[in-house]
């Protein structure tokens, strides 16, 4: 006998029939003998359609209504779940976040889980109870319902398991699996068998959409076996594991893409001590999230920092540096839309030098130019033109042999 999570997206639950479907695999766990937890999203589009509504009434509603709202969505689905589980002879309770004992800090909109004391998880599953809690939500210190973010229910997943030391924690979704590359617009690309905690945690941040980044990094943490699989077929999906067994000897494991990235650059006209660390306290202060920075110090030239961030903070980030010009003391700031970001993951790039130098070249024989470039121990990221994004991913899946098994 086993104790697992088994978390359902969105799409998982959409309907009602969807929700008779999934209480099939619930049952199917449950009659084995497993002690079974439930997480899940809410229905379909609903989070989307309840930040629409919002929107109706106001530009700026506050965090803490947003929460209060946007937890709504799976507080419904977990109650229909626990109703057709009941209904199908299986004694089942929903809790929501704060009945689950979910404590999070209280950064509303993105709060961070804690705590999570399982008592009454446990005690539930004591009573030999299938337990449904609803993901994304959490309750703070000052007793406020708060949310973990968009996608965030993976956590709530991955943070139950730890607490009541599952053996297993199962990502049910409408995708059976992680890729090599986002099937839809890359060819050839592959679902993979294993993956390691780290290298998913680079492309969940790197734009790979499947998984919550803060869930792989609990599942890291707290080495919880982690499996994303579809709600629709036997398929065992992927795992994510410390370690992979080799299942080929790909140094590259995966290809991740994200759109509507923007370089910002500004130049001063003396370097002063400090400018960069002011420049950037700046921006953090305005929740401005910058990703790749290059600085350049040359002499007999003007020192320039150039960086990127996300599209959407374009506008905010310079209504934030035109106001700070002069204590920052730069002299000119320019910035080029249109941009997106490439990257390669994989944690055999440690031992294997020379790839970011394939890299290089294949994009070169691609024409396609390099406007920035980051580094880790096991990714490298390149900033090129939007329109660029596609091809530059094929190209570097079929450079780095991904779809071979
Ligand atoms: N319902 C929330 C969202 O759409 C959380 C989740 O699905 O994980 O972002
Ligand atoms: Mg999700």
């Known amino acids: 006998m086993s104790k697992i999570v ?35 999203s809410a229905m379909g589009k609903t989070t989307d359609n309840l930040l629409g509504l919002a929107m109706e009434l106001s530009e700026n509603p506050t965090k803490r209504e947003m929460d209060t709202l946007l937890s709504t969505g799976e507080q419904i689905t977990m109650a229909l779940l626990a109703i057709q589980l009941n209904e199908i002879g299986f004694d089942t309770v929903s809790l929501t976040g704060w009945q689950a004992n979910l404590q999070t800090d209280n950064v509303h909109r993105n709060a961070r889980i804690e705590n999570l004391d399982a008592t009454r998880i446990l005690d539930l599953l004591a009573e030999n109870k299938i337990v449904v809690v609803a993901g994304f939500q959490g309750v703070s210190g000052e007793g406020d319902i708060t949310t973990l973010g968009r996608g965030g229910s993976d956590t709530t997943a991955v943070a139950i398991a730890a607490a009541i030391e599952a053996d297993i924690c199962d990502i049910y979704t409408d995708v059976d699996g992680i890729y090599t590359s986002d099937p839809r617009f890359v060819q050839n690309a592959r679902k993979l068998e294993q993956l390691e905690y780290d290298e998913m945690l680079e492309l969940a941040n790197l734009g790979a959409g499947v998984l919550h980044p803060r869930a792989v990094e609990f599942a890291k943490n707290y080495k919880i076996p982690l499996r994303v699989r579809s709600s629709y077929n036997e398929d065992v999906g992927t795992i994510l594991k410390e370690e992979v067994d080799v299942e080929n000897n790909l140094v590259v494991r995966g290809v991740a893409f994200e759109a509507d990235i923007v370089r910002l650059t500004i130049e001063y006209e003396v370097p002063f001590n400090g400018s960069l660390a002011s420049i950037f306290t700046t921006l953090a202060a305005n929740h401005i999230n910058v990703d790749i920075i290059v600085q350049s110090i040359v002499d007999g030239k003007k020192p320039t920092v150039s960086f990127s961030i996300k599209k959407e903070s374009l506008a905010e980030a310079i209504t934030v540096l035109e106001s700070n010009k002069e204590a920052l003391g730069f002299i000119f700031a320019d910035f080029e839309v249109g941009l997106a970001k490439v990257s390669i993951v994989g944690s055999g790039m440690v031992s294997n030098p020379g790839v970011a130098a394939q890299m290089f070249d294949r994009l070169r024989k691609e024409n396609i130019p390099v406007k920035m470039v980051s580094t880790s121990e096991i ?25 071979l098994v």
């Open 379 to 403: 990714k490298v990221s390149v900033v090129v033109p939007q329109n660029d994004m596609i091809p530059a991913a094929n190209a570097l899946h079929d450079e780095f042999d991904l779809a």
């Open 6 to 40: 088994m978390k359902f997206g969105g799409s998982s639950v959409a309907t009602t029939e969807k929700i008779q479907h999934i209480a099939t695999r619930i049952n199917h766990e449950k009659v084995n003998g497993n002690d079974v937890v439930v997480v899940v």
